[in-house]
């Protein structure tokens, strides 16, 4: 009788191994989250370095891509390629604008309209799987006026996310507000940090150097994605239950 209880214990405990899924954070948007390859670097998304604030209870899956709006991402079929592995608690956490500005037909959305038709559509499939959607504003651009504040590059795009937020209900990060009041805070030499900002000869695979207002270096991922993480703190979303202990 010992050894077929011993069996049946070990057999219930395969079971519960192998009906055990780790809850997935789904990420969406355009270069400022996406992972870089090696050859980009020292470029990096925020998304791409996530993965380190949580522990192994959480799967950060990043499927941002470079150049990407929200209308893009749906024509080119990545939308599809999330939404059917979005399981009931699973995480989507939505990014897009910088691109949906862009002029070209293949990108550009108008802000109150197929650009807040998208978002709506990615809320409402995740939430349809049992998802969890977190919708975000682009992070700032490091557009610096004369008297030391930021430029508002993203217009009524963030305006449409605001939108989208209020009426949907769903979590809500200001990201723009969030890395404008960080940005201009640091100033303008010291806020070169975040972003990519580096000589010539320095990167043998990039040996042009960079001066990059938009995209990140990997303090600037870092501390953006620590931005976002303050946030899912404040929002108390059952997410941060999950939070590495410091």
Known sequence: MKIISLILTLFWF?????????????????????DKPERAL???????????????????DNHAKN????KSFIDEGSWEKVITQVQKGDYVIIQFGHNDQKSDTARFTRPFDTYQDNLKRFINETMEKGGIP???TSIVRRLFNENGTLRDSHGDYLTGVKQVANETGVYFIDMEAKTRKLVESMGQEKSKQLYLFFESGIYPHRPEGK???THLSQLGA?????????????????????LVEK
């Open 67 to 70: 150049g990407r709006s929200s």
């Open 134 to 136: 977190i919708l975000c």
């Open 211 to 213: 001066e990059d207002n």
């Open 14 to 34: 395969a079971s519960s191994i192998e009906d055990f899924r780790a809850t997935h954070v789904f990420m969406i948007g355009d270069s400022t989250m996406a």
């Open 42 to 60: 020292p470029e990096y998304g925020w998304g791409q370095v996530l993965n380190h604030f949580f522990t192994d209870a959480i799967v950060v």
């Open 222 to 242: 870092f501390t953006i994605a620590g931005l976002a993480v303050e946030e899912m703190k404040a929002l108390d979303i059952p997410l941060v239950k999950q």
